[in-house]
């Protein structure tokens, strides 16, 4: 038998090195382009993790008002699809929209369907005030004052008209929204992945207004680490992601999200 | 005596001399990706750097860089949605790093064979250790690697000692079954 803490330890020098030099400490400027890099490669990445089927040619006016997507919850993800798209009705077009250059593909077995991956520039702003002065996108925010303590962070970052919104209120509790507007297909459909290895405890919290959210859990080793919020109204796909914060807390913002932004635009 | 950081840059350099490469190896096999690892470890030292953190000895220091360590490791985990974006990125990268010998049986690896035997079985150790769920990759790592006790484990990775017992215990017997009962886990 091998020992196995010398044969790790071996095996884990033999892994890249990585040294540092002092002198690139004192420069602000340093950190703040990494800290830049790492927003905008979280929010490629959000939006890599979920791919958006979105279905063409039938949309009207009349259609939108009745639209409502049918949310649900998959091993360690989540899939949100129109009911249209969910049914077997031909496809006469479609394209997918991914915001990176990767894109992705999702294969359709028995209809040949067009392509067409769209790549978009990101704008990012330092809070949801300039979002709100620089765009004209409905976008429904939570209370934050419900978190119950301040919030540090505020960026969102918008994709045509996808919303990415990072909240950070400490080290270990952060809330992101994600928004996907699809007012402009007749069917959608997404499917977006969570860290960790599974959700579970599949729940639904009906806001103020009526509108019902499907809650559920991500778990690593058995434990939470996230619960997320999913909500389809009026056109738009909302998805919140709350870490670190309390049952208690959580119902509390999702009972009082005021979702009629999305009616009145 | 309380020993306060960054008097000089010599120092600083010391310090990083000392840990960057162990808290990227910590980094690197938490996230699988090897730019996030580079982004939390100088993020970590920026926050040493900013804060002139003082600490009552070495081990204490080294205690405050793994945790600083894993707590951005999990800040990027949870918001990149690193899962997915890990999952084209399975094997982790030993190509084009000189090998060094794991196993301790004599032989010399002078010949490419040896070394080539080596390098296949450092990746299967890695991947082993790679595909144990997180928490037990970190007890594991810290343990088998950094060498800290129960107890220090306990503390930067802020559970309790049983839990660490636990899953320390559990990580090593996935890795029995993993690695077909190669290795005596002492």
């Known amino acids: ?29 340093y950190h703040k382009r990494i800290i830049f890099r790492r927003r905008k490669m979280q929010f490629t990445a959000a939006v890599t993790a979920t791919v958006m089927i979105l279905l063409c040619g039938f949309g009207t006016a ?36 991914g915001g990176a250059e990767s894109g992705g593909i999702i294969g359709q077995s028995d209809v040949v369907v067009e392509v067409e991956i769209e790549v978009y520039e990101t704008i990012e702003y330092g809070s949801i005030e300039e979002f709100m002065k620089n765009e004209d996108i409905a976008a429904a925010f939570p209370d934050f004052t419900l978190f119950g303590e301040e919030h540090s962070l505020e960026i969102v970052n918008v994709m045509n008209k996808s919303l990415y919104v990072t909240v950070e209120f400490s080290e270990e509790k952060s809330f992101y929204l994600r928004q996907y507007d699809y007012r402009e297909y007749t069917n959608n459909h ?27 859990d991500s ?9 997320h919020a999913a909500v389809s109204c009026n056109g738009r796909n909302l998805v919140l992601d709350f870490y670190g914060f309390e049952d208690e807390i959580i119902n509390k913002v999702l009972n009082k999200y005021d979702l009629s932004t999305y009616f009145d635009k | 005596m309380i020993r306060s950081i960054h ?67 999990r800040k990027i985990w949870r ?22 010998p794991v196993l301790q049986k004599g032989s010399s690896f002078r010949n490419p064979e040896d070394r080539v035997l080596t390098a296949e079985s450092n990746q299967a150790l890695l991947t082993a250790v790679k595909l144990l769920p997180a928490k037990y990759r970190d007890v594991i790592h810290l343990f088998y690697y950094e060498d800290l006790s129960i107890r220090e484990i306990g503390e930067v990775t802020g559970r309790k000692e049983s839990t660490v017992t636990s899953q320390l215990t559990r990580g090593r017997d996935l890795l029995k079954k993993r690695l077909k009962e190669e290795y005596d886990f002492v």
């Open chain 1, 1 to 29: 038998m091998y020992n196995f803490r010398s044969a790790y330890q071996s095996a884990v020098n033999s892994l890249p090195e990585f040294h540092m030099d002092a002198a690139q400490f004192p420069d602000e400027s």
């Open chain 1, 62 to 97: 009349t259609a939108m008002n009745n639209w409502k997507s049918v949310i649900q919850i998959k091993d360690n993800g989540l899939q949100i699809s129109s009911s249209i798209a969910a049914s077997e009705t031909p496809i006469p077009e479609s394209r997918i929209r």
């Open chain 1, 190 to 216: 997404t499917d977006m992945l969570f860290p960790g290895e599974e959700t579970r405890n599949e729940r639904t919290v009906i806001n103020y207004q009526g509108l019902e959210f499907t809650v559920f």
């Open chain 1, 219 to 227: 778990l690593e080793g058995g434990e939470r680490i996230a619960v």
């Open chain 2, 7 to 73: 008097d000089n840059s010599h120092e600083f350099q010391d310090i990083l001399d000392c840990y960057s490469d162990r808290l990227f190896k910590i980094a690197y096999l938490r996230l699988q990706n090897r730019q996030d690892a580079e982004d939390v470890v100088q993020e970590v030292f920026y926050q040493y750097y900013r804060r002139k953190a003082e600490f009552i000895c070495e081990e204490h220091e080294k205690a405050w860089l793994i945790k600083v360590t894993l707590n951005a490791c």
């Open chain 2, 79 to 100: 918001s990149s949605w690193n899962k997915h974006r890990s999952s084209g990125n399975d094997n982790i990268d030993i190509d084009g790093v000189e090998q060094e």
